[in-house]
């Protein structure tokens, strides 16, 4: 394609050199190839544009630049304001504009996104329609499953996989929308048919310093979203109304909204509660335990009611998903207690996933979490007081301690479940800490290992090992 056509769009921009023809388009110089464009993107380790010769050198035949730089070579400078905003303009026509021909779902929020994007594709499933779906665990294209390396993708990766699901006839592609993703515009220049807003609780203040911060990068997806759809029992989605564009339908349990639930009861198995919307009242057997998941569900229904979607179907497509890989699954050991294996890796998620499985405890209530190393740290003491406040009994240990020491992140938990008064202990080496659980494990009690979920991986140093914790699980309750 022509460079001129790549960048239609972009608004002002000033242009070197000749309109060549672009083969390829990178934002990594070592992906570079004969007839490449190469974008230059001012990241947070290392700047692009210090790859730009080495890029020119591979072939590049032109730079998408924000900031004038020396240039050996036949190669054609194009100067922008915002390199990453103009590499999903380039992607979006590189693709021919895939997210045109695809109605969109968007979700984001602190917790909740993964499991609401399975429920979301049920229910669009049981209306008859072909999905795609992008998000933390997987993407989907209809039956088929391709490794994510980020919840939302580079606008580039994420234009391909539009145009993916446009060439196999996908009629609705649902996804997460990160909040680093809004604030790298990743999915700058994408409509919505319909934004979710599940909720906002602390996370990622590494990267967006104060929530009020983070509250604004998840505003943005509603600045492109058609519907909009407002968790309002949450404080900060009732404040969200006060910004969003396009029609507003309000889900929630405690407050009056549009869609709420009703008579919902809780039992390990899952949660029935009746689905309200206008005139109509159905029952709902939802599969996933949990009052949060019932907000997932109405968040989901209400989307799918912004869409025309009947409630029967709505009703039908909740109940047909089973489970989400690595949330809330239950593995039931043969000497009589039960091992929850769940992603929660927030204050608020620890918070929800103890809520919701002390409603069937019989026994003891015991959590085995860690927290993520080069992630924010302020959260760590948050999660220790919610799982000391929540559990009965603390293992904490490791959880993708990647380049930071894992003594130091444990330090970092500790004080928070020192409030609480909960006993505690602590096992660095996290199936060390799996084993031990297991070990003391009395009938009748719950485990919950918090914080990998479907992660099949532990992030170390110098490396990363392989670690799935419902293989290691499965295996030490043969050995025990
Ligand atoms: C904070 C963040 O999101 N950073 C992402 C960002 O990094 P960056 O822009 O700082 O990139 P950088 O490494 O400094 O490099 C700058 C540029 O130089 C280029 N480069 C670099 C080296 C080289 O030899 N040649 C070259 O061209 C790079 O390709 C890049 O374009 O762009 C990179 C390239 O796409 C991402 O890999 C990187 O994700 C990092 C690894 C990451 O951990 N991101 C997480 C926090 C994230 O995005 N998480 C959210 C989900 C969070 C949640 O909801 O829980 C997600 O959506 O996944
Ligand atoms: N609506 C919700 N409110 C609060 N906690 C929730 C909710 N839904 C799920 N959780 C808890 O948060 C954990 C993560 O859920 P999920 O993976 O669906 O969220 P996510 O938003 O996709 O997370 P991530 O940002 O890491 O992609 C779950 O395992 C559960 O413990
Ligand atoms: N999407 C989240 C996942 C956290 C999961 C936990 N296992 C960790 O590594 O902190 C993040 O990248 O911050
Ligand atoms: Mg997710």
């Given at each position: 394609?022509?460079?001129?056509?790549?960048?239609?769009?972009?608004?002002?921009c000033?242009?070197?050199g000749?309109?060549?023809d672009?083969?390829?388009?990178?934002?990594?110089?070592?992906?570079?190839?004969?007839?490449?464009?190469?974008?230059?993107?001012?990241?947070?380790?290392?700047d692009g544009?210090?790859?730009?010769?080495e890029?020119v050198?591979?072939?590049?035949?032109?730079?998408?630049?924000?900031?004038d730089?020396?240039?050996?070579?036949?190669?054609?400078l194009?100067?922008?304001?915002?390199?990453?905003?103009?590499m999903a303009?380039?992607?979006?026509?590189?693709y021919?504009?895939p997210?045109?021909?695809?109605?969109?779902?968007?979700?984001?929020?602190?917790?909740g996104?993964?499991?609401?994007?399975?429920m979301?594709?049920?229910i669009?499933?049981?209306?008859g329609?072909?999905i795609g779906?992008?998000?933390?665990?997987?993407?989907?294209?209809?039956?088929?499953?391709?490794?994510a390396?980020?919840?939302?993708?580079?606008?580039l990766d994420?234009?391909?996989?539009f145009k993916e699901?446009v060439?196999?006839?996908?009629?609705?592609c649902v996804?997460?929308?990160?909040s680093h993703?809004l604030?790298l515009?990743?999915v700058?220049?994408?409509?919505?048919?319909?934004?979710?807003f599940?909720?906002?609780?602390?996370?990622?203040l590494d990267?967006?310093?104060?929530m009020?911060?983070?509250f604004k990068?998840?505003?943005?997806?509603f600045?492109?979203?058609?519907?909009?759809i407002?968790?309002?029992d949450?404080?900060?989605?009732?404040?969200?109304?006060?910004?969003?564009?396009?029609?507003?339908?309000?889900?929630?349990?405690?407050s009056?909204?549009?869609?709420?639930?009703?008579?919902i009861?809780?039992?390990?198995?899952?949660?029935?509660f009746?689905l309200?919307?206008?005139?109509?009242?159905?029952?709902?057997?939802?599969?996933?335990p949990?009052k949060?998941?019932?907000y997932n569900?109405?968040?989901?229904?209400?989307?799918?009611?912004?869409?025309?979607?009947?409630?029967?179907?709505?009703?039908?497509?909740?109940?047909?998903?089973?489970?989400?890989?690595?949330?809330?699954?239950?593995?039931?050991?043969k000497?009589g207690?039960?091992?929850?294996?769940?992603?929660?890796?927030?204050?608020?998620?620890?918070?929800?996933?103890?809520k919701a499985?002390?409603?069937y405890?019989?026994?003891?209530?015991?959590i085995?979490?860690?927290a993520?190393?080069d992630?924010d740290?302020t959260?760590?003491?948050?999660?220790?007081?919610?799982?000391?406040?929540?559990?009965?009994?603390?293992?904490?240990?490791?959880?993708n301690?990647?380049n930071?020491e894992?003594e130091?992140?444990?330090?970092?938990i500790i004080?928070?479940?020192?409030k609480?008064g909960?006993?505690?202990?602590?096992?660095?080496?996290?199936?060390e800490?799996?084993?031990?659980?297991?070990?003391?494990?009395?009938k009748?009690?719950?485990?919950?290992?918090?914080?990998k979920?479907h992660?099949?991986?532990q992030i170390?140093?110098d490396?990363t090992?392989?670690?799935?914790?419902k293989?290691?699980?499965?295996?030490?309750?043969?050995?025990?």
């Open positions: 394609m022509r460079l001129s056509e790549l960048i239609s769009g972009i608004d002002s000033i242009f070197v000749n309109d060549v672009i083969k390829h388009i990178t934002y990594n110089s070592k992906d570079v190839t004969e007839g490449s464009l190469f974008i230059c993107i001012e990241g947070f380790k290392v544009h210090h790859f730009a010769q890029a050198d591979r072939g590049a035949k032109a730079l998408i630049i924000s900031k730089i020396n240039i050996f070579g036949d190669v054609t194009v100067k922008v304001k915002d390199t990453r905003k103009a303009i380039i992607s979006s026509n590189f021919k504009k997210a045109e021909k695809i109605k969109i779902v968007g979700i984001t929020g602190t917790n996104k993964t499991t609401s994007t399975f979301m594709k049920s669009l499933e049981s209306y329609q072909k779906l992008i998000g933390t665990i997987y993407n989907i294209i209809g039956d088929k499953i391709i490794e390396k980020r919840t939302t993708p580079e606008s994420l234009q391909c996989l699901m060439d196999n006839n996908c009629a609705y996804m997460e929308v990160s993703s604030e515009e990743r700058y220049g994408v409509d919505f048919e319909a934004g979710i599940t909720n906002l609780t602390q996370d990622h990267f967006h310093k104060t009020e911060n983070y990068a998840k505003l943005k997806l600045e492109r979203a058609k519907n909009a407002i968790n309002i949450d404080d900060y989605g009732k404040e969200a109304l006060r910004y969003v564009k396009g029609n507003i339908l309000k889900y929630g349990i405690d009056v909204a549009d869609v709420y639930a009703k008579d009861t809780m039992s390990d198995e899952g949660t029935k009746k309200c919307y206008e005139s109509n009242e159905i029952e709902v057997n939802l599969h996933l949990g949060y998941n019932v569900a109405l968040g989901c229904a209400a989307a799918a009611l912004s869409l025309g979607i009947d409630i029967n179907t709505i009703k039908k497509g909740l109940e047909a998903l089973k489970s989400v890989p690595g949330r809330s699954e239950r593995i039931k050991a000497q207690f039960t091992v929850i294996i769940d992603y929660a890796h927030t204050p608020d998620g620890i918070e929800n996933i103890l499985t002390r409603e405890t019989k026994g003891r209530l015991i085995l979490f860690g993520g190393g992630r740290k959260k760590r003491p948050l999660m220790g007081k919610a799982a000391g406040t929540f559990a009965d009994y603390c293992i904490i240990t490791s959880d301690p990647r930071e894992p130091q992140i444990i330090q970092d004080p928070g479940v020192e609480t909960c006993p505690y202990k602590i096992i660095v080496d996290r199936k800490a799996i084993k031990y659980a297991l070990m003391n494990a009395k009748d009690d719950v485990i919950v290992i918090a914080g979920g992660e099949t991986y170390l140093k490396k090992v392989h670690f799935d914790e293989e290691i699980v499965n295996e030490l309750l043969q050995e025990i």
